[in-house]
């Protein structure tokens, strides 16, 4: 039986969930153009939206087991794959 990861339960998820837009606006400086690189950010949103139902869900059965599965829809870089 699937059992879903629950991410929004771990202490690094928890953390970023509170300061990650406050960091980001404290990394960011206008006046010397110096942001995150797009990649940094694309992998803590990521991660962010790993697991969450809300970002994109598909069921998949296994005819030969009788399983149910579900699965995100969304890059997860916890995982270092895109799952589909």
Not at 20 to 26: D, K, Y
Not at 58 to 72: H, M
Request: charged content about 25%; glycine content about 8%.
């Amino acid at each position: 039986m699937y059992s879903r990861r629950q991410p929004e339960k771990t202490a690094l998820y928890q953390v970023l969930q509170r300061h990650l837009l406050t960091f980001e606006e404290q990394w960011t400086d206008a006046q010397s153009g110096r942001t995150l690189p797009k990649f940094v950010r694309q992998e803590l949103h990521g991660f962010m939206a790993c697991g969450i139902l809300a970002y994109g869900f598909a069921q998949t059965v296994s005819t030969g087991e009788r399983e149910t599965r579900g699965v995100n829809r969304v890059d997860c870089p916890s995982l270092g794959r895109r799952r589909v």
